[in-house]
């Protein structure tokens, strides 16, 4: 167990920089990231057997930044505090009604140990002090064989999820989505078939945005994919399948030449438009993770 002089050391160290002021706000400015840990929340611990300063979570988290003031917290009282989560948690409390996992590596990657509702432990000795991302599984672990997101996307490898649900670490606000990104013009798969309600072609670089909306009657979803070149040939009313070629990648709605990627949303009911995530701190949609796990994908 870790004593409280590595963070006096680590607090010495700041002020030795000319007195300066360090941020300790999280990314996640939601009311429920307060270092308590409430019902309906997972809390990672700065120490072992859930003592401690706490980092509270309501969502998976794919990558919690390495180093202030960009990245996620301890804010809790007690040893820790204002401490990056990322390789430095040693113990966990499941407050959720879902199956936690928690991997060695960022976005979702690596060794992995699994949390049920209710749980509290020690991380194990492969994970402890190397803990870097955490996803939300429902109340049930994936399958083994189920297919990833982001190979099923672009039906090839290469993808990899950029930023999970609620997992903005930067950027105000809660991301309300699941940021996949390959390379620029890769084939844009559908993940789920039904009816196009909505195309929006869009164009390269900010204000641009793109938005294709399927919608699933028969699962009371529906699937929005952003920031990706339509293919001329959709239109509103049109039938694609589950696998289908819908799109290119690219970055449509999106300021830097670098930033193509495609934003995948599953929103409740019919609806033609994705929620807002940047600058606006309310989540309108579930976590989308027992939903992708229904049909058949692991979120990775």
Known sequence: MR????????????AALGGAVLATASPAMAAG??????????????????????SDFTGSIADYGAKQPSC??????GNGK??????????????????????YNSRYGGHYQDFGPGARGNLDSTLKNQNASHQFLGNNPPPSGQTAMSWALYQTGGGRISCGFDGYTSTPGRHEGIDISRSFNSQVHALVSGQIINVVWGHTGSGGLSTIAVYNASLGRTIIYLHSAP???LRTGQWI???????????????S???????VEMRMGRTTLAAKS???????????????????????
Do not use: M
């Open 3 to 14: 004593t409280f002089n590595k963070f006096l050391t680590a607090a010495t160290a700041a």
């Open 33 to 54: 990231r307060n270092g308590v840990c409430d019902s309906g929340e997972f809390c990672y611990y700065f120490n072992s057997n859930t003592q401690g300063s706490v």
């Open 72 to 77: 996620y917290d301890f804010k809790g009282a």
């Open 82 to 103: 204002g401490i990056c989560v990322k390789n430095n948690a040693a113990s966990v409390w499941n407050r959720s009604s879902s199956t936690v996992r928690v991997y």
């Open 231 to 233: 293919l001329g040939s």
């Open 241 to 255: 399948n589950k696998g289908q070629y819908i799109a290119n990648e690219s970055y449509r709605g999106v300021s």
């Open 257 to 263: 030449v670098n930033g193509e990627h495609t934003h």
């Open 278 to 300: 940047v600058n606006d701190w309310h989540l309108d949609n579930p976590n989308p993770t027992s939903f992708w796990i229904s049909q058949g994908y692991s979120v990775r």
